[in-house]
Nanobody, 121 residues
Framework: QLQLVESGGGLVQPGGSVRLSCAASGFSLRYHAIGWFRQAPGKEREEVSCISSNGGSTVYADSVKGRFTISRDNAKNTVYLQMNSLKPEDTAVYYC??????????????WGQGTLVTVSS
């Protein structure tokens, strides 16, 4: 079964940090760009970040630039999202998805089930 599984979410205080993981099973992430997306209550899903298959190219939403870092370990078949200086407006369910392309997060193929990040004091 081809799937992506996110982990690492939880409750964190404003200004805190959390690292999300996106692990693939049933297929290799090596040849896919991977994106992180989020959906807050009452809002549309938005792309947070994207990383190319070899990790050489990354893209970030303006709202997270300088605070979030996407990375990948193809040997572990896992992509990460390090989230620092968290704000209450970062509260959302975070999803990862693989692209059918190697360099951009388009034509997304498989989605994880999501992990909830709540930023609150």
């Amino acid at each position: 079964q081809l799937q992506l599984v996110e982990s690492g979410g939880g409750l964190v205080q404003p200004g805190g940090s959390v690292r999300l993981s996106c692990a693939a099973s049933g297929f290799s992430l090596r040849y896919h760009a991977i994106g992180w997306f989020r959906q807050a209550p009452g809002k549309e899903r938005e792309e947070v970040s994207c990383i190319s298959s070899n990790g050489g190219s990354t893209v970030y939403a303006d709202s997270v630039k300088g605070r979030f870092t996407i990375s990948r370990d193809n040997a572990k078949n896992t992509v990460y999202l390090q989230m620092n200086s968290l704000k209450p407006e970062d509260t959302a369910v975070y999803y990862c998805a693989n692209s059918v392309t190697e360099n951009v997060c388009e034509h997304l193929e498989i989605w994880g089930q999501g992990t909830l990040v709540t930023v609150s004091s």
